[in-house]
């Protein structure tokens, strides 16, 4: 777990004013749901600070929006504890668990998950409330996102049992679905009450930033998780791969991937900067225009966030908090704002984390996801 690495982050921090509200507030819903349960669990729950992630990550948002994209980022580390482990869940009951989850967002908001489970439940209820007030295109787009996250989630549990050994590119294609970015990238439009048009977002610009702001996010996360899973014999990430293949050393292959994050970045600042000139291609209105700029805004906020937040968080803490049963990881005391420019370290996963006691065993069900 490196804390020496410096990455190539150009952008200004700030950490949302009511983090420690939300954060309180969030405790009590993760505890409501069971997604953690006792003192022991509790006190590790606050630990790991993944609350200070969206606070990090949506420093403008308040109130209920607040709640809603922190529970929604937090909600995504029970999910790889239960899959991920360890201890971990076999691949045929994480085809029923993730078959599940796939569904929820095609279903009327509020119907209750047929597989009832903490977190089933939990998904369900923010689903309901990030769908309120949005548009069915919003709607659709963010289900499939999610959907496309599920099945991911699957394959690396796939690859787990099986000992696969991915090659670069095939674990890169795999990687950018299952770090979770796009569902929180959906977010920034969910929590400011703005849509991206759709000219806009579909256009090769804006998707290819998309892209690059995902990219900095798993390959920052592969430098800080890099001993961590190496040691659960885990074989998605990027460090180990291109040590494996190229036969570098650990710093060389380190030095590598925070190489590629500088070349995202770059890209994605490259391309930023002809967005203005892009306004009139993309028949954009004001209103329009102010919604391109805060989804940018936002990715901006989550590439530097993430950063900050792996840094302090005890998540991948080499005291093995992170592996002990009991938790399925939730809140934080929100920190202050960070630094701009290059920062040091390198974060976990914004919506994936393990460490959690495995789910009750699902009933017979699809093998796959939907």
Do not use: K
Request: a neutral charge; glycine letters at 8%.
């Amino acid at each position: 777990m490196p804390q020496d690495v410096c990455f190539f982050l150009p952008f200004a921090a700030r950490t949302n004013p009511e983090a420690e509200r939300a954060r309180e507030r969030h405790l009590d819903w993760a505890v409501g749901h069971g997604l953690v349960r006792g003192a022991a669990a509790i006190r590790r729950y606050r630990a790991w600070r993944l609350t200070d992630l969206a606070a990090y990550a949506y420093p403008d948002v308040t109130g209920e929006d607040l709640d809603l994209v922190t529970d929604a980022v937090c909600l995504g580390f029970p999910l790889d504890d239960q899959v991920g482990g360890p201890p971990r869940l076999p691949p045929e009951r994480t085809a029923w668990l993730t078959t599940e989850l796939a569904a929820i967002p095609y279903r009327v908001p509020g119907t209750a998950p047929r597989l009832d489970l903490p977190l089933t439940r939990a998904y369900a209820d923010v689903w309901q409330r990030c769908a309120a007030g949005m548009s069915p295109w919003w709607r659709e787009r963010a289900a499939r996102n999610l959907t496309r996250f599920f099945r991911s989630c699957l394959q690396e549990a796939q690859n787990r049992h099986l000992g696969v050994r991915l090659r670069e590119d095939d674990y890169i294609e795999l990687r950018r679905q299952a770090v979770g970015t796009a569902p929180c990238f959906d977010l920034i439009e969910r929590a400011g009450h703005c849509e991206v048009p759709a000219a806009a977002y579909w256009s090769r610009e804006m998707r290819a930033m998309t892209r690059y702001a995902g990219d900095v996010v798993f390959l920052c996360n592969d430098v800080h998780s890099a001993e961590r899973e190496e040691a659960d014999g885990d074989p998605h990430n990027l460090v180990l791969i291109r040590q494996r293949d190229l036969g570098c050393s650990r710093a060389e292959a380190i030095g590598q991937v925070a190489g590629l994050v500088r070349d995202r970045v770059e890209a994605f600042l490259r391309v930023a900067a002809t967005v203005p000139d892009l306004h009139a291609d993309w028949r954009l209105d004001a209103r329009g225009a102010a919604a391109v700029e805060r989804y940018l805004g936002g990715l901006r906020a989550w590439m530097i966030g993430n950063q900050l937040w792996g840094v302090a968080s005890a998540r991948y803490a080499p005291n093995g908090e992170h592996a002990a049963p009991g938790v399925l990881p939730g809140a934080a005391v929100a920190a202050g704002a960070g630094v701009p420019g290059q920062v040091a370290g390198a974060p976990p996963r914004a919506v994936t984390g393990r460490g959690s006691a495995p789910a009750p065993a699902p009933p017979a069900g699809p093998r796959h996801v939907a």
